[in-house]
């Protein structure tokens, strides 16, 4: 399995008696995320067994149960507290949990900044696409201010929360941000994400076309990409430009990036401490 | 990272799969793949290629497949979804008409 790449990697990886094609409208960007989640497992040389999906319910709830991991789908904003067990448990296991912008910030908030706290070693994917896409499309704490949804038709007005400000506040070792048109970029940052040790974030631009575009004068899914072409910028040159002049743009790249050793590397060596005092 | 030659790439996509989103022809910098009168992409211009490998990353559903011309080691599971990529149609279109007939 070493020289095949792409699509055809891919495939490999998928399980193939789940319903194809998978659930997610045209144009969305979860599609993506899944086929780079899929080469950075690739990429890292992980074995299938090695590794558990968290995913929590929405959307990207959908992802895990696509792949031929070590999966576990969970109730609506638990998913962090299901891989931290998973993750004390299994010290040795790569724990990933993927939830959307609702279920991480919404009702799944207080877990996101509390794994955040305490350091604990696994790695969060945020598929953030600014819409509770699955349930009709409510606003999220991410829809942006002013922007219009099936519960704000006059346009939305409370300030969003910026997930990677909030991540770092919380005390995050590994906080970044990609989109799914800059594809290659968000391997690298999910592959150093895994490899990080402590809590790894990395915050997913994901275009939702059918409960957020239509209702935000986007004519069609490429749209949706044109726009999240221009307005992401890498986070150097996001810096270098004056405040006033950055308008809608938005910085990638890794913002936070620490070697703090993780709650599990902590208790492991308390638990040793303890054993070898007796 | 590869040579950018033309022609050396051929490029399938499985129609079962396709949503039609348009990515994959929106943003391809040769201009090989359109959307038919169904909505699903379709390689027009394949000799054009270069490999630049946009759609095959960006593909949210995994239905377009971009190789080497020469490759003839293509794993099982693709193998099969060729298969059923050259012949979408034909089996159906034979049983329409003898029941037609």
Not at chain 2, 41 to 65: Q, S, Y
Request: hydrophobic content about 35%; charged content about 20%; overall charge positive.
């Amino acid at each position: 399995m070493a020289d095949i790449k792409g699509t055809q990697l891919i495939h490999e990886y998928l399980r193939h008696n789940k319903k194809f094609p998978h659930v997610f409208c045209a144009g969305c960007g979860h599609g993506i995320v899944l086929g780079s989640l899929i080469r950075s497992i690739h990429g890292l040389g992980l074995a299938k067994d090695n590794v558990c999906i968290v995913a929590g319910i929405g959307c990207s709830g959908r992802l895990a149960a696509y792949v031929d991991f070590n999966t576990v789908h969970t109730t609506h904003g638990r998913a962090l507290t299901f891989a931290t067990g998973i993750k004390m448990a299994k010290p040795n296991m790569h724990v990933i949990v993927v939830m959307g912008d609702g279920d991480s910030m919404a009702i799944g908030g207080n877990h996101l900044i509390h794994a955040a706290r305490r350091n604990i070693g696994v790695t969060a994917l945020i598929l953030n696409n600014n819409i509770y896409g699955m349930t009709g499309g409510q606003c999220s704490p991410t829809t942006p201010a002013g922007s219009y949804s099936m519960t704000t038709p006059m346009g939305q007005m409370e300030q969003s929360f910026d997930c990677v400000e909030l991540c770092t506040a919380a005390g995050a070792n590994y906080v970044a941000r990609g989109s799914v048109f800059h594809v290659n970029k968000l391997d690298s940052m999910i592959m150093e994400g895994i490899t990080n040790p402590g809590f790894g974030v990395v915050e997913i631009l994901s275009p939702c076309f059918t409960q957020y575009g239509r209702k935000n004068k986007f004519k069609s899914p490429v749209d949706m990409y044109h726009a999240l072409k221009s307005k992401v910028t890498p986070l150097e040159r996001f810096n270098a430009i004056p405040e006033a002049e950055r308008g809608e743009r938005v910085p990638s790249g890794v913002f936070v990036k620490k070697d703090k050793p993780g709650l599990e590397e902590k208790f492991y060596e308390m638990a040793a401490r303890c054993q070898g005092g007796e | 990272m590869s040579v950018k030659r033309k022609g050396q790439s051929k490029v399938t996509i499985f129609p079962d799969w396709c949503k039609g989103c348009g990515i994959c022809a929106a943003f391809c910098p040769a201009k090989v793949m359109e959307l038919n009168d169904q909505g699903k992409a379709v390689v027009i211009r394949e000799e054009e290629c270069i490999n630049c490998g946009f759609c095959e990353l960006h593909c949210p559903d995994f239905a377009i497949m971009v190789q080497p011309k020469v490759d003839d080691e293509i794993p099982a599971v693709c193998r099969a979804l060729l298969k059923k990529a050259s012949l979408p149609d034909a089996g159906k279109d034979e049983e329409s008409i003898k029941e037609k007939g």
